[in-house]
């Protein structure tokens, strides 16, 4: 299996000492056996932590203004993905996220059909 440097994701060669990218001197502390594209690094430049604890109020919030249902969704898979980061699984997190803003959405769009009919049921 290949070595990736953990500082910029490039792929190294068996006799590296140094990445051939960004330079950094190679040792057994930044040097992965993973694909970069697949795990997410602090320090890389692809790094970014996800915000598990927005969706959470988000899908409280909508829930409690919107749809029941939809934001019980949304509040469980950004859950899922808060614990996901604590135990510093990114990739996952993020699968989970997407599927929290997935609910979310469904849950916007169920809530202005419900508003629209309720408006002509009105007229």
Known sequence: MADFCKNCGKELGESDRFCPSCGTKLDYWNVS???????????????????????????????????????????????KASENVKSRDFETANENIETAKK?????????????????????
């Open 103 to 123: 609910w979310f959405l469904a849950t916007v769009i169920i809530g202005v059909i419900s508003f629209v009919i309720g408006l002509l049921a009105g007229i």
């Open 33 to 79: 056996e993973s694909s970069p594209n697949t795990i997410h690094r602090e320090g890389s430049p692809d790094y970014e932590e996800p915000n598990a604890t927005l969706w959470i109020i988000i899908g409280v919030l909508s829930s409690v203004f919107c749809c029941l249902i939809g934001g019980i969704g949304t509040t469980v898979y950004a859950a």
